[in-house]
């Protein structure tokens, strides 16, 4: 039987209508944020560590966990610095930083670096994010983007490298006629930007961070069908009158999710606190990657008080296996204006936050809320329902109708005939005394 989502983050689903079918009731959204590890499951342990981790990306890619990751070391001048390392792990909790042998480090090659800014011509590393592009020549299945600073200047760019494997990595672009087209985009991006290739609109979106005036850091972004060829971002979201004073957007961690047939796109926005100087994260939602929602602005992952008082950023991407999903993050006891190796040393580790699939923001209900779902059509033989649900001490329950003409319930099909849904579970079914 063919199984189809219906993704409740935000009212799409439920039909606008003011006659016999419209939504009666409040309801609210509200966050599921996951449940924290009591510690990070890898930490700076390594020379080429030995001032900080950074930022990360984490892919669940031929049957395992990979992870590429920035580390600064104690000669830390500028964020250029970074060095892309690697690391992998069979079942997300024992990890493996395996010597690669493919980098220089101190006079040797002892090392999981995998590139670094002797690679990059000039323009130094920084913000590095790393995807998978359907699209490529087998030598490129891996793409990355990041930010350079040429010559050490304040002036930046956008970077870009290529790899068939994920450890063997290029500068620039490998497609055709690629020596005479820039191997950097015109434009720069402090933070982690993140691109990905999205099947609906046959094109590469990519966010980055700028600067909205009186705003403070924004999250832009900008497509193309031509990797080596991006327009300059626009910005799509800031801070506006329902945050406090004081804060603005760094990392924005930026996810197409896909849900059994239902698509959402998912900023994981490190928000940063200036007054405390610290970092946690909010969770936007959109049904377009162009305009998005903050719905329920609680900290979708708040700071703690073991190894993540200071900063949390989140890896871009949803890892999915099963009933399970999962997301890297980087997190820190240091605060912003701490990154400096006089202050730091061996600083950071990386998380990962697992909760069931397709919960990061749901429905929510302190009384009653009765609404109609958008039609749909059953072409199998056999049909269910279920609902992925927490009833915290109330019920679901359901009725069918037919999708054109009165609105009266099928026969034996009406809420007073349904069993009502109680506990919590992500396929709770939904029956009726009939059968």
């Not at 480090?105 to 990059?120: L, S």
């Not at 402090?190 to 961070?209: E, K, L």
């Not at 926005?269 to 405390?276: A, G, Q």
Request: aromatic fraction near 14%; hydrophobic fraction near 35%; include cysteine.
């Amino acid at each position: 039987m063919a199984k189809r989502n219906f993704l409740f983050f935000d009212r799409h689903w439920i039909l606008n209508h003011c006659d016999e079918r419209k939504a009666v009731g409040d309801f609210s959204f509200r966050l599921c944020p996951p449940a924290k590890p009591k510690m990070p499951f890898m930490v700076a342990d390594k020379p080429w560590e030995s001032m900080a981790l950074g930022w990360c990306t984490m892919l669940f890619d031929g049957g395992r966990y990979r992870l590429w990751y920035e580390a600064y070391d104690k000669n830390y001048t500028s964020d250029s610095n970074a060095r892309l390392c690697y690391a992998e792990s069979g079942d997300g909790e024992r990890w493996v930083k395996p010597l690669l042998r493919l980098c220089e480090y101190d006079g040797g090659k002892e090392n999981n670096i995998v590139f670094d800014g002797t690679q990059t011509q000039g323009l130094g590393l920084h913000g590095t994010n790393v995807f998978i592009d359907p699209t490529s020549p087998p030598e490129a299945r891996y793409r990355m983007i990041y930010m350079g600073m040429p010559g050490g200047s304040k002036v930046s760019v956008m970077g870009f490298a290529y790899s068939p494997d994920g450890l063997d990595w290029r500068f620039g672009i490998p497609e055709k006629y690629a020596w005479c087209r820039r191997p950097v985009a015109g434009f720069g991006s402090d933070t982690q930007s993140v691109v990905y290739w999205d099947p609906d609109i046959r094109s590469y979106v990519g966010y980055f961070r700028n600067w909205a005036g009186n705003y403070g850091r924004a999250i832009d972004r900008a497509t193309t069908n031509d990797f080596s060829r991006w327009p300059h971002p626009a910005t799509i979201l800031t801070v506006d009158e329902g945050d406090p004073f004081g804060v603005d957007f760094y990392n924005n961690a930026a996810t197409r999710y896909v849900s059994e047939g239902d698509v959402a796109h998912f900023l994981f926005i490190s928000v940063f606190h200036m007054d405390t100087d610290t970092l946690n994260v909010q969770l936007a939602t959109s049904r377009d990657g162009v305009r998005y929602k903050r719905l329920d602005r609680r900290p979708f992952v708040e700071n703690g008080k073991v190894f993540d008082g200071g900063s949390i950023y989140l890896s871009p991407g949803v890892c999915r296996f099963g009933g399970e999903s999962a997301m890297a993050g980087l997190v820190s006891n240091r605060k912003h204006g701490e990154a400096t190796p006089e202050k730091i040393s061996y600083d950071g580790g990386y998380v990962m936050l697992k909760f069931p699939n397709d919960r990061f923001q749901g429905l929510a209900a302190d009384g009653t809320f009765e609404f109609s779902l958008a039609a749909f059509e059953n072409a199998g033989a056999s049909f269910g329902i279920t609902v992925n649900a927490d009833t915290v001490g109330g019920e679901i329950r359901g009725g069918l109708m037919p999708r054109t003409g009165p609105a009266s319930y099928l026969k034996g099909f009406s809420p007073e005939d349904c069993i009502p849904v109680k506990g919590t579970g992500t396929g709770l079914s939904v029956a009726w005394k009939g059968g």
